[in-house]
């Protein structure tokens, strides 16, 4: 099964910036969407996160509407890692940011990825 590793997150004021990496132990890229979930706090933990961006193989990337214009996805495919630029946060942006299989790719067996224990970002006002 495919590991992640999710790091970056950190503690910001208001209109701060900040960039997630998600490490990826396989070069999965090619065959598998990918993307950025979150789970804010006193959400279910038994529950999937909810979707934030993410992007495709052939690059296109989608999100999802309270963070269009501030979030980035991208991903260097040399690397396997997978980026989320984060600008002009806001304090409802604080939550656990996990990476996974983009849901399209969710249920496929090729995109088998294991769920990291993620990167809490928190943004204070």
């Known amino acids: 099964q495919v590991q992640v590793v999710e790091s970056g997150g950190g503690s910001v004021q208001t209109g701060g910036s900040l960039k997630l990496s998600c490490e990826v132990s396989?070069?999965?890229?090619?065959?598998?969407?990918m993307a950025w979930y979150r789970r804010s706090p006193g959400e279910e933990r038994n529950l999937l996160p909810d979707?934030?961006?993410?992007?495709?193989?052939?690059?296109?990337?989608t999100y999802i509407d309270s963070v269009k214009g501030r979030f980035a996805i991208s991903q260097d495919n040399a690397k396997n890692t997978l980026y989320l630029q984060m600008n002009s946060l806001k304090t409802e942006d604080t939550a656990l940011y996990f990476c996974?299989?983009?849901?399209?790719?969710?249920?496929?067996?090729?995109?088998?990825?294991?769920w990291g224990q993620g990167t809490q970002v928190t943004v204070s006002p």
């Open positions: 979707l934030v961006a993410s992007i495709s193989t052939d690059g296109t990337a």
């Open positions: 396989q070069a999965i890229f090619s065959r598998c969407g």
């Open positions: 996974a299989a983009a849901p399209s790719d969710y249920t496929s067996p090729n995109c088998k990825i294991a």
